[in-house]
């Protein structure tokens, strides 16, 4: 499974105001169905964790911290993907999702304006009552992060993260010793 909607899926061409209805249409009825499966992806990094239950990680995402700085900081992730981490890159934008959800709040979301570069792509938002169209693209910070070197920092993607939602920064790390 691939991160729906991204930028290396296009949209029709022209984006015609039938094609985007239709567009957003189609996303809409499939929003509950990745909202779902990025619910799962979190708790298949809490079994892969091995945490019990692996819900622990969904309900307590600051509770993984630690565990997923240390993959994060590799610069070559195939060791982890050969043991159930793959697509890395859906699984961190899963989990990344999740924490901010848990320290900020929101949800996914998708986005109806054709005018936007993000257009009928599932983001984070909600979170801001006083800025209620307010998004962030989570899978491209995660992509970006995942572009840096050996060494990148987890803790610096969700302060960004953080950030971008105009929330305070500042990251929870509540992982077991």
Do not use: K
């Not at 993984?64 to 859906?90: K, Q, W």
């Not at 998004?135 to 920092?153: C, I």
Request: aromatic share 10%; net charge negative; glycine share 6%.
């Amino acid at each position: 499974m691939a991160y729906p909607f991204d930028p290396e899926q296009p949209l029709p061409d022209p984006l015609t105001p039938d094609a985007a209805a239709r567009v957003r249409d189609e996303r809409r009825e499939l929003l509950p169905v990745w909202i779902e499966a990025s619910r799962e992806l979190v708790v298949h990094l809490g079994m892969l964790s091995r945490w019990d239950p692996p819900e622990t990680l969904l309900e307590n995402p600051s509770h993984g911290l630690t565990h997923m700085r240390t993959i994060c900081s590799s610069e070559d992730l195939s060791l982890y993907e050969a043991v159930g981490y793959e697509p890395f890159d859906l699984l961190l934008t899963a989990y990344c999702a999740e924490y901010m959800f848990s320290d900020v709040g929101g949800g996914w979301v998708l986005d109806e304006d054709p005018a936007s570069p993000t257009f009928a792509r599932f983001l984070m938002g909600g979170y801001d009552a006083n800025r209620p169209d307010a998004t962030v693209d989570v899978h491209a910070a995660v992509t970006a992060f995942l572009n840096e070197p050996e060494g990148r920092d987890l803790e610096t993607l969700l302060e960004s993260l953080q950030e971008a939602m105009g929330a305070p920064v500042g990251v929870h790390d509540t992982s077991y010793p």
